[in-house]
């Protein structure tokens, strides 16, 4: 099992910045790829960054390309999500999320992922 903690959320002007954090527990962080997800009131949830556990290969949902960076710690058991430029459109509650990468599916399925935190909320006014 493994245990993730989301921290950083909050209010937010447009054009703003906030970082987010996931801090992992139970099992070995290193072996894990690691993903970000946010889910806007009345939408599935998408997509938005992923850093692999070779190498810190990052990839990231053009939405966000360019403005948000994704990275992790190993030494401290986490994994961040540097978000700038902020939009109105950014707000959702955003998921930290782990991947054992026993599953089948492309790195943006949430299918694929096998332990979930609980979400941290953000909100961006215009």
């Known amino acids: 099992q493994v245990q993730l903690v989301e921290s950083g959320g909050g209010l937010v002007q447009a054009g703003g910045s906030l970082r987010l954090s996931c801090a992992a527990s139970?099992?070995?962080?290193?072996?894990?790829?690691m993903g970000w997800f946010r889910q806007a009131p009345g939408k599935e949830r998408e997509f938005v960054a992923t850093i692999r556990r070779n190498y810190d290969i990052t990839y990231y949902a053009d939405s966000v390309k360019g403005r948000f960076t994704i990275s992790r710690d190993n030494a401290k058991n986490t994994v961040y999500l540097q978000m700038n430029s902020l939009k109105p459109e950014d707000t959702a509650v955003y998921y930290c999320a782990a991947d054992a990468g026993y599953s089948s599916g492309g790195y943006s399925d949430p299918r694929r992922y096998d332990y979930w935190g609980q979400g941290t909320q953000v909100t961006v006014s215009s």
């Open positions: 139970g099992r070995t962080f290193s072996n894990y790829h």
